[in-house]
């Protein structure tokens, strides 16, 4: 079946600087994205969403942007904080379904 | 509350034997969704309510599994005869608009053993 993933399952970063992390989906029905941060033991917390309609969405310290023609979003976090550390996934929601593979771990060091 | 409420946090039970899992959604949200995220691993759909409608139940991995939701708030997810293979982590969202801006519990950590 059709899947989210990332592209790269670990990023270290150095705390400062700016984190952009990659995901490509492949359901090019897929209209709804929603970026989620999972600390451990913790349930997955809502970051920030788009829809297929916009190409770039900004939040607190946030931005994500969305390219249709090869299917690929991103997280752009500033100035990456040690709070920062987690386990980021992007969500894609087909109907009401929402679906994210193993996500990204983001690292910040200090 | 503020957020969506699971309980128990922790969950270690022996293998044969049925467990119950709890969800207390957002006052307001109509949407309930249950999912499974086993170790390592993405988000597996189990079952989604919504408001009075019929359950889409579609998700479910089995005839073991099942969920209900009493008075359109709060929902049961309960596991019979579990096996090993149904450890995972257990969690619950809801929503106010169906498939839109789903917000998570902390989860059940299911272990069985």
């Known amino acids: 079946g059709e899947s989210v993933g990332l592209h790269l399952p670990t990023l270290s970063v150095q705390e400062g600087d700016n984190s952009i992390i990659n995901c490509a989906y492949s359901n090019s029905a897929s209209d709804y994205f929603i970026w989620y941060k999972q600390e451990s033991g913790k349930g997955p917390q809502f970051i920030i969403d788009i829809r297929s309609n916009m190409d770039k969405r900004q939040g607190q310290r946030v931005t994500v942007l969305l390219n249709k023609t090869v299917k690929h979003l991103s997280l752009q976090i500033a100035a990456t904080q040690p709070g920062d550390s987690a386990v980021y996934f992007c969500a894609e929601i087909t109907d009401y379904k929402l679906s994210f593979g193993a996500g990204t771990t983001v690292t910040v060091r200090a | 509350g503020a957020g969506v409420s699971q309980s128990p946090s922790n969950k270690v039970t022996e293998k044969g034997k049925d467990v119950e899992l709890r969800c207390d959604p957002i006052?307001?949200?109509?949407?309930l969704y249950w999912y499974r995220q086993s170790l390592g691993q993405g988000l597996e759909f189990l079952i989604y309510?919504?408001?009075?409608?019929?359950?889409?139940k579609s998700g479910l991995p089995s005839d073991r599994f099942s969920a209900e939701r009493t008075g359109g708030s709060v929902s049961t997810l309960t596991i019979q005869r579990t096996q090993q293979e149904d450890s995972a982590v257990y969690l619950c969202?809801?929503?106010?608009?169906?498939?839109?801006?789903?917000?998570f519990g902390s989860g059940t950590q299911l272990s069985v053993l």
């Open positions: 006052s307001g949200h109509t949407a």
């Open positions: 309510f919504q408001g009075n409608s019929a359950p889409d």
């Open positions: 969202a809801s929503s106010v608009t169906p498939g839109e801006k789903l917000f």
